[in-house]
């Protein structure tokens, strides 16, 4: 049976991927995904595509990655022993300019993220499997202490309320989400939604 090969990956340093990240998310803002080309990139960046492409095979992989990069963190090693203080820590982990900063990627990914697959089963394998996995283990560790019930129904679109909040704002109220509105919205739906402690 025949090995296939798998392409070699150079090395480039930490810095020098942040760099190129950095440069990928301003292509995503002031073009958008469809338009976004790996020429661009390697225009913008002073990279060989050949470079980029060893390095992560094409373009959705890339935006998903410099996506990633620029999370400012995930649930992992947020553990405050309560429900409530674990969502507010991880509302404390971006400041209000990254999450507009954010809200404006996702809006101009959403189309691309449904009209294009790779980029679709990038987002998921990278971004939103591990966030749920993490997001998971907050909400067990809350039935584990007794704040929630594991057959609330609502355990199972807290994610989606969450989502829902963050991308709606500014639809409705012409508004970025920051983190007071997320923060309130915690308290005064989310909890309350999983009859959880909301002091």
Known sequence: MAEVATPRRSRITPERAAELY???LDLLREVGYDALTMDAVAAR???????????????AELVVKAIQHNKPGSFAGVDTGTLRG????????????????NAALMRGLAMAVHNNPDLLREFR??????????????????????EIRADNPALDFVVHMMIGAFVTRGLIEDQPPNRAFLISYIDAVVLPALGAPTT
């Not at 960046?45 to 373009?59: D, E, F, I, N, V």
């Open 45 to 59: 960046t002073r990279s060989s595509k050949a470079t980029l492409y060893r390095q992560w095979g094409g373009k």
């Open 86 to 101: 674990d969502l507010h820590a991880h509302m404390e982990l971006a400041d209000d300019c990254q999450m507009e900063q």
């Open 22 to 24: 950095e440069a990928v």
């Open 125 to 146: 394998e990278q971004l939103i499997e591990p966030e749920m996995t993490e997001f998971r283990r907050v909400l067990q560790r809350a039935i584990d202490r007794g």
